[in-house]
């Protein structure tokens, strides 16, 4: 696959990404009987399952596609970016389990993936 097809890959997953993400912190605002919510919590777990291996899939395609797979060390964005990645999946647990603060993940977890597009397009020489 090219390196524009992973590209596309990594944002397909990152849009899927912060659709769970705010599915998640609405399904918390809005509460209601936990049989009618129950399935749909399910359906915002799995999406996000599919986002966070897809993002990881197409990040080391990227890798690949840019040559930094055999190249010994990875470079510290890489790592930082993984944290970041990392962060993000512990995220949806976060908000589940906080559903009272969903007005707060909603603008707060996007800056994660801000600082993640950051440290993509400038990879910071740390
Ligand atoms: C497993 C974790 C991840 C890995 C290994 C990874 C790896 C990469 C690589 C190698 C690139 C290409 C950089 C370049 O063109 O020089 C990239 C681009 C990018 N990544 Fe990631 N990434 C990861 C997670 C994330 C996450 C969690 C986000 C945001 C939520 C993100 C956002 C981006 C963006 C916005 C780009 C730029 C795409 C473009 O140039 O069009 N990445 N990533």
Redesign the pocket.
């Known amino acids: 696959m090219s390196l524009e097809v992973y590209?596309v890959l990594?944002?397909l997953g990152?849009m899927l990404?912060f659709a769970s993400l705010g599915g998640m912190a609405i399904l918390g605002l809005r509460g209601g009987d936990d049989r009618e919510v129950k399935p749909i919590r399910k359906l915002v777990m799995s999406s996000h399952g599919i986002a966070m291996l897809v993002?990881?899939v197409a990040?080391?395609g990227?890798?690949a596609r840019?040559g930094?797979m055999g190249a010994g060390s990875w470079p510290t964005w890489?790592f930082i970016?993984?944290g970041?990645?990392l962060l993000?999946g512990a995220g949806i647990v976060l908000v589940r389990r906080t559903p009272e603060m969903g007005r707060v993940w909603l603008f707060l977890l996007p800056l994660?993936?801000a600082a993640?597009?950051w440290v993509?397009?400038t990879?910071p020489p740390i």
């Open positions: 590209k990594h944002l990152i990404l993002i990881f990040g080391f990227l890798m840019l930094m890489i970016k993984l970041l990645w993000l994660v993936g993640a597009a993509a397009f990879h």
